[in-house]
T-cell receptor, first 108, second 116 residues
Framework: EDQVTQSPEALRLQEGESSSLNCSYT??????LFWYRQDPGKGPEFLFT???AGEEKEKERLKATLTKKESFLHITAPKPEDSATYLC?????????FGTGTRLQVFP | SAVISQKPSRDICQRGTSLTIQCQVD?????MFWYRQQPGQSLTLIAT?????????ESGFVIDKFPISRPNLTFSTLTVSNMSPEDSSIYLC?????????????FGEGSWLTVV
């Protein structure tokens, strides 16, 4: 059975304190993985698509990396506006499998 | 990237009534998807809607409860029928946007329904 686990469930950081979010998965027929940011009561905002092990993508303070069984979202020197829930979603040709997310809070 | 508009953005609904959510995309797309996100939970796919064919429903979701229309390549509706408090959720429309180097799934802002 396909499984996706995100850790930690919640993360509190001081502004400027870098950290990483983890997404581990067991998915048959994996084609790639999406990362999304979701603010409360809103739809997920697309961040990255990763396709192969070793691939990296960057956007502002965020960098996503992919291995065969995990993906990491690194946040460098976060700001309060980075506070949100971050979702990963491995995908196959037929479906997306969403994790439950990491709720990030960044304090000034 | 595709721009997706959903209406309503939020509503409070009476038990036993039905509500139709609209999803408008700024470009033609083949695949449109409807998701549900219950409070504190992750996203669950309700159905896939392709233009010109019946929607394909995931296990646990049925057409009588969640009828879907897809009249053209830029528009879809999801109706939540005979609502109960358990239907209180964010309902999300999403589309597959084919880029030159791969594909991306974009989401609308969501429709937050509270059933009382």
């Amino acid at each position: 059975e396909d499984q996706v686990t995100q850790s930690p469930e919640a993360l509190r950081l001081q502004e400027g304190e870098s950290s990483s979010l983890n997404c581990s998965y067991t998915v048959s027929g994996l084609r790639g993985l999406f990362w999304y940011r979701q603010d409360p009561g809103k739809g997920p905002e697309f961040l990255f698509t990763l396709y192969s092990a070793g691939e990296e993508k960057e956007k502002e303070r965020l960098k996503a990396t992919l291995t065969k069984k995990e993906s990491f979202l690194h946040i460098t020197a976060p700001k309060p506006e980075d506070s949100a829930t971050y979702l990963c979603a491995p995908f196959t040709p037929d479906k997306l499998i969403f994790g439950t997310g990491t709720r990030l809070q960044v304090f000034p | 990237s595709a721009v997706i508009s959903q209406k309503p953005s939020r509503d409070i609904c009476q038990r036993g009534t039905s509500l139709t959510i609209q999803c408008q995309v700024d470009s033609q797309v083949t695949m449109m998807f409807w998701y549900r996100q219950q409070p504190g939970q992750s996203l669950t796919l309700i159905a896939t809607a392709n233009q010109g064919s019946e929607a394909t429903y995931e296990s646990g979701f049925v057409i009588d409860k969640f009828p879907i229309s897809r009249p053209n390549l830029t528009f879809s509706t999801l109706t939540v029928s005979n609502m109960s408090p358990e239907d209180s959720s964010i309902y999300l429309c999403s589309v597959e946007d084919l880029l030159g180097t791969g594909n991306t799934i974009y989401f609308g802002e969501g429709s937050w329904l509270t059933v009382v």
